[in-house]
T-cell receptor, first 111, second 114 residues
Framework: EDQVTQSPEALRLQEGESSSLNCSYTVSGLRGLFWYRQDPGKGPEFLFTLYSAGEEKEKERLKATLTKKESFLHITAPKPEDSATYLCAVRSTDSWGKLQFGAGTQVVVTP | DVKVTQSSRYLVKRTGEKVFLECVQDMDHENMFWYRQDPGLGLRLIYFSYDVKMKEKGDIPEGYSVSREKKERFSLILESASTNQTSMYLC?????????????FGEGSWLTVV
């Protein structure tokens, strides 16, 4: 069974204080690892898809990386508007088109 | 832009009522999904559909059913609502089932069963 574990559960940062979120996964065969951002009371918003170990993607202050067992979401010099819950999800070779989600990391960035 | 629209954002229903949650997508996507989201449990898949009139059970289908009569519309039905179905419900869609295909979410429907 596919498993996704995110850590930490919550992260409080000062504005400008860079940090990383972790997503560890166990799948039969990875067909994609997805990062989403979710604001309170709203649906998840797609950020990145990573397919193979060594791959990296960037968007503004966010950078996602992938190894064979985990992915990191690096937040560089965060701003208060980066406050959100960040969700990681995997699609495996035997899961058809479905995603298996982690529980998320809640990030709060204070001025 | 992909748009997934959930018609009801906030609902309060009584135990035993039949509840319909409606979802429409405007991008001619083949696949549609219903998830529920609870604190500490993340998103859990209830049902999904890969074509009109086709449906498959997800991880937690008990107490739910779905209907997909048209490609753009996917409905979640709670036959007899119970308090443990109080949750946020998220509808999603994707173009196809391929490896890189992105799943897009609606804004969510908050259901409270009293």
């Amino acid at each position: 069974e596919d498993q996704v574990t995110q850590s930490p559960e919550a992260l409080r940062l000062q504005e400008g204080e860079s940090s990383s979120l972790n997503c560890s996964y166990t799948v039969s065969g990875l067909r994609g690892l997805f990062w989403y951002r979710q604001d309170p009371g709203k649906g998840p918003e797609f950020l990145f898809t990573l397919y193979s170990a060594g791959e990296e993607k960037e968007k503004e202050r966010l950078k996602a990386t992938l190894t064979k067992k985990e992915s990191f979401l690096h937040i560089t010099a965060p701003k208060p508007e980066d406050s959100a819950t960040y969700l990681c999800a995997v699609r495996s070779t035997d899961s058809w088109g479905k995603l298996q989600f982690g529980a998320g990391t809640q990030v709060v960035v204070t001025p | 832009d992909v748009k997934v629209t959930q018609s009801s954002r906030y609902l309060v229903k009584r135990t035993g009522e039949k509840v319909f949650l409606e979802c429409v997508q405007d991008m001619d996507h083949e696949n549609m999904f219903w998830y529920r989201q609870d604190p500490g449990l993340g998103l859990r898949l209830i049902y999904f559909s890969y074509d009109v009139k086709m449906k498959e059970k997800g991880d937690i289908p008990e107490g739910y059913s779905v209907s997909r009569e048209k490609k753009e519309r996917f409905s979640l039905i709670l036959e007899s609502a119970s308090t443990n179905q109080t949750s946020m419900y998220l509808c999603a869609s994707s173009l196809f089932s391929g490896a890189g295909n992105t799943i897009y979410f609606g804004e969510g429907s908050w259901l409270t069963v009293v």
